[in-house]
């Protein structure tokens, strides 16, 4: 009898410690950045082959005091992704919060992607360094 109640009672306490650690764990890991909440990039592109690109950083109203933003459009090509002439920027934003857009026509259809680095600056911790890349289709 001893035997069945100390081991109803240990599987008992298993259950109590692992249960809250199991419906702890998170879905989905989301990085931790010192200055910035959240970095985003799109690429557009109209009917008539006008890019556009946007690029927006929200960081924090104590901290945050600007961000350096480079960003490039690149063109898909059968020896792979090749830089646009003439479509690069480098742009200095000031303040927590920061939206960079710019245009460029296009001068001949296929697949496209904007590829931007975003450098977020502040008294947070150290800049956060943020990069990614947004594709689109010109038909």
């Known amino acids: 009898m001893k035997k069945v109640l100390t081991i109803a009672l240990a599987a008992l306490m298993l259950c109590m410690v692992a249960l809250p650690v199991c419906a702890a ?3 989905e890991i989301t990085p931790y950045y010192n200055n910035v909440r959240r970095v985003s990039g799109n690429l557009s592109i109209s009917d008539d082959g006008v890019a556009t690109i946007s690029i927006t ?3 924090y109203a104590s901290c ?3 961000a350096t933003v480079t960003s490039k459009l690149q063109k898909s090509t059968s020896s792979g992704w090749q ?3 003439g479509a690069s920027w ?3 934003v000031s303040g927590s919060n920061g939206v960079i857009n710019h ?3 296009l001068s001949s259809t296929g ?3 904007l590829v931007f680095e975003v450098v977020v600056s502040g008294t947070c911790g150290e800049a956060d360094v943020i990069s990614g890349t947004s594709e689109a289709q010109y038909s």
């Open 25 to 27: 764990l998170p879905e």
């Open 57 to 59: 950083y929200i960081g």
């Open 111 to 113: 697949t496209y992607r």
């Open 83 to 85: 830089d646009v002439s």
């Open 64 to 66: 945050t005091t600007g």
């Open 90 to 92: 480098t742009d200095n």
């Open 103 to 105: 245009t460029h026509q």
